[in-house]
Each structure stands twice: as C-alpha cells, then as structure tokens.
C-alpha cells in the first residue's frame, strides 16, 4: 500500500509518500516548502492569517501529489507553532475545509518519540536530536526504555530573538543563551548521559553538513548516516555566521530558503554537543515523517 506523511513545522511543510509493505518503507518521493507558519512567533500567541493561508495552500497541493504519486492513505500533523497558538482550531478548519483530512496536532513527546522510531533503528543506546523551528526534541533508549523531552527554543525563535539587520551574527551570546536556559534541562529528563550514539536529523544537521561537504543541493544518499565532527561543524556555522544575509544565502545554494535560520539552528545544535560532550554526530536522512508512517502501521 502506497501512503503519504504531511508535516506541518513552525519553518517549513514536508511531504514523504512511501509504499509499505510489511512495515518496510521505500520511499517514493519527498518534498519540502518554506512556509514560515511560526512567522511572529515571540510577538503574538496567535498565528498570522497570511501564514495560515500559504501553508494551508501548500498542504492542499502537496495532498493533490500525494495522489497523483498513488497515495490511499494520507496523514497530516503539525508540531510545535500549531499546538501553542491560541488559534489552532482555525487552522485546523483550514486544513480540514482545503484537504478534507483532519488535522493531526501532535505533542512534543510525540513528535520526539517519531523522530526517534524515524531514524534510530540499529543503534545501540542512540540519542535523537530534532531541532525545529518553534522546538527542539531529545529522545533516548537505553535498555528498552524511551526517554523524551522537548522544549520551546529553535531555529525561528531563536532568530526572531537575535537575528541583526545585516544578518552578520554573533554565535557567544546564543550560545550562553541556550547554555543557561535549555540544554542542561535534556540531563534530568532522559538519560542522554549514557547514550553512546547522537543522531541528527531534520533541516539543521543534514543542511550544515551539506554545506561543509561543498555541496549546493540535497542529497540524501551522501547524508544518510554521515558522520560529522564537532569541529567541522563548528567550522562550517561560524564561516556561515560571518556573512551577511545576502551572501550567506548566495553561498548556501539550494539550501538559501534556510539561510536566515541556519546558524541559530545550529547554534542549538553546537551547544548541545558541547554540553554533552559529543564530538561527532550521525546525521539522518529518515525522521519524523518516517516515524509517523511507522507509528501509524503499528497501532
């Protein structure tokens, strides 16, 4: 059976149809749009209508090529934006007026627990780290037992916070920032302190380690399971800090619809190795869109 995956993200909206069988997925198509649902998210508890609209509209195109791709089943979820805003049952109605699907608004523990089933299978006591635009999740599994936390800090947030007009930024005070307020709370609620493995999954690893592999496009075969040091990690968010809004998005690419979120994206994703003391990280293509379509199969 052919089935199809619809996440709505505080940043972006992603499709994933893939065909199942006995609970393998192969996938047969994915896709990703800038949407900006969150945009205004540290002003207002209530979402944008012009942000509702564009998203809902790519939801109901992205529905229309989930069919065409052969889809008998189609989900849609959203994350983090959505389950804060005052107005959720709005844009619920939205979504469900333009689709006819009802809208799945998941919690972090369940967006975590996704990301997880997505992109760790085959690991020994894995970590997961999903940095999002409105929230960023740690899961862990030691001897069987899942641990998830997610808090509210990530990519658009963090720039609507300290984001500067010529979109030059300085890394220290994000870092302290994080450093003070959220990446030590993943220490008291899972057990990452015993996880010898930490896979990154999402836009902020897989892009930041495009860019330092020089590669100006996605793909998803040399990300898979690619290992990226701290240090080159490090090198790669800090040339990208350096440079103003423009060149920055020159240099990225493709990957320009990220470049004005990308280093506070990455800033989340620094402190918490830092912390922790990971020098490296597994970067996953398989994510939460995965898990979603897993977690479905097997309920």
């Given at each position: 059976m052919i089935k199809a995956v619809i996440d709505i993200g505080t940043n972006s909206t992603r499709l994933f149809v893939a065909k199942i069988k006995e609970n393998k997925l192969n996938t047969i198509l994915k896709m990703l749009?800038?949407?900006?649902?969150?945009?205004?998210?540290?002003?207002?508890?209530?979402?944008?209508?012009?942000?509702?609209?564009?998203?809902?509209?790519?939801?109901?195109?992205?529905?229309?090529?989930?069919?065409?791709?052969?889809?008998?089943?189609?989900?849609?979820?959203?994350?983090?934006?959505?389950?804060?805003?005052?107005?959720?049952?709005?844009?619920?109605?939205?979504?469900?007026?333009?689709?006819?699907?009802?809208?799945?608004?998941?919690?972090?523990?369940?967006?975590?627990?996704?990301?997880?089933?997505?992109?760790?299978?085959?690991?020994?006591?894995?970590?997961?780290?999903?940095?999002?635009?409105?929230?960023?999740?740690?899961?862990?599994?030691?001897?069987?037992?899942?641990?998830?936390?997610?808090?509210?800090?990530?990519?658009?947030?963090?720039?609507?916070?300290?984001?500067?007009?010529?979109?030059?930024?300085?890394?220290?005070?994000?870092?302290?920032?994080l450093l003070k307020n959220y990446i030590p709370q993943y220490m008291d609620s899972t057990d990452i302190k015993n996880a010898k493995t930490l896979i990154g999954v999402s836009g902020t690893p897989t892009t930041l380690l495009s860019l330092s592999l020089g590669l100006k496009e996605y793909s998803p075969s040399k990300i898979q399971n690619g290992i990226f040091l701290k240090k080159d990690l490090d090198d790669i968010l800090y040339r990208l800090a350096s440079l103003t809004k423009d060149k920055r998005r020159e240099f990225s690419g493709d990957f320009k619809e990220r470049a004005d979120i990308i280093v506070f994206g990455g800033c989340i994703l620094s402190s918490f190795m830092e912390y922790y003391n990971f020098d490296n990280i597994v970067v996953s293509d398989r994510d939460s869109l995965e898990g979603y379509l897993i977690k479905k199969a097997t309920e």
């Open positions: 749009s800038t949407t900006r649902l969150g945009e205004g998210i540290l002003s207002s508890p209530f979402m944008l209508e012009k942000a509702m609209e564009r998203t809902s509209d790519k939801v109901k195109e992205f529905v229309l090529i989930a069919k065409e791709q052969g889809a008998q089943e189609i989900y849609v979820y959203a994350t983090a934006v959505v389950r804060e805003a005052k107005n959720k049952d709005v844009f619920k109605k939205m979504i469900l007026d333009k689709t006819g699907i009802e809208l799945d608004i998941i919690s972090g523990q369940t967006e975590g627990e996704i990301a997880f089933l997505g992109s760790a299978s085959g690991f020994e006591n894995p970590a997961v780290i999903d940095i999002g635009g409105g929230s960023t999740e740690v899961v862990t599994k030691t001897n069987g037992v899942l641990s998830a936390l997610s808090l509210k800090t990530g990519g658009v947030r963090l720039k609507e916070q300290f984001e500067t007009p010529s979109g030059i930024i300085d890394i220290a005070p994000i870092k302290e920032f």
